[in-house]
């Protein structure tokens, strides 16, 4: 079974607006953490935010924010005042328990910004 | 100061050659990772060292052999390379003692066999 869903292949938006990229995931474990990465074209990956399973608050990281919603196991990146430079490969990722555990990653979500 | 570095950046090979990937990470991780994306872009372990020891093997074929020579270094060798070996593999690093545990990535070594 899936662990993570990333169900938008891919997005176009205009450039300054805010995009929500979607992700869900499916765990029985209590603690886990949930990471998204954005992959440009030239093929680094670049960790964006972190959500862990206990944290009250979303998470923000300038630009960034996790709308995190634990009962429906969504976890959606959400980019705001979109510039040219957002548009590339969006991944969500889980880690479950803590510690050195493996990521599991989403198939993943092209973003493309139009000017 | 490149964090996580892995060499070479390209390979291209032969089917039934044998190639090897090298990183290594200067943050003082304990953790270490090679994960392969294949064409659809989908990212996928394949193993992880702790301080050397092995300690995730994702089914991977026995062609492939990683090697951890300390904490700092994590190498990649396979063997009689095949066409579905094709993709870019990337190296990643992570430290366990830390809240969030989130990986460090090389910038990817890109495999083509032909």
């Known amino acids: 079974a899936q662990k993570i869903t990333q169900t938008q292949p891919g997005m176009f938006v205009q450039e300054k607006e805010a995009v929500t990229l979607d992700c869900t995931y499916d765990t029985s474990d209590p603690s886990y953490g949930l990471f998204w990465y954005k992959q440009p074209s030239s093929g680094e990956m670049i960790f964006l935010i972190y959500?862990?399973?206990?944290?009250?608050q979303n998470a923000t990281e300038g630009r960034y924010s996790l709308n995190f919603q634990k009962a429906r196991k969504s976890a959606n990146l959400v980019i705001s005042a979109s510039q040219l430079g957002d548009s590339a490969m969006y991944f969500c990722?889980?880690?479950?328990?803590?510690?050195?555990?493996?990521?599991?990653f989403g198939q993943g979500t092209r973003l493309t910004i139009n000017p | 100061d490149t964090a996580v570095s892995q060499t070479p950046k390209y390979l291209v090979t032969q089917m039934g050659n044998d190639k090897s990937i090298k990183c290594e990470q200067n943050?003082?991780?304990?953790?270490m990772y090679w994960y392969k994306q294949d064409s659809k872009k989908f990212l996928k372990i394949m193993f992880s060292?702790?301080?050397?020891?092995?300690?995730i093997n994702e089914t991977v074929p026995n062609r492939f052999s990683p090697k951890s020579p300390d904490k700092a270094h994590l190498n990649l060798h396979i063997n009689s390379l095949e066409l579905g070996d094709s993709a870019v593999y990337f190296c990643a690093s992570s430290q366990d003692q830390g809240r969030t545990g989130e990986l460090f990535f090389g910038e990817g070594s890109r495999l083509t066999v032909l």
């Open positions: 943050l003082g991780h304990d953790t």
């Open positions: 990722a889980m880690r479950e328990g803590w510690g050195a555990q493996k990521l599991v």
């Open positions: 959500q862990g399973s206990y944290d009250q």
């Open positions: 060292y702790n301080n050397k020891e092995l300690i």
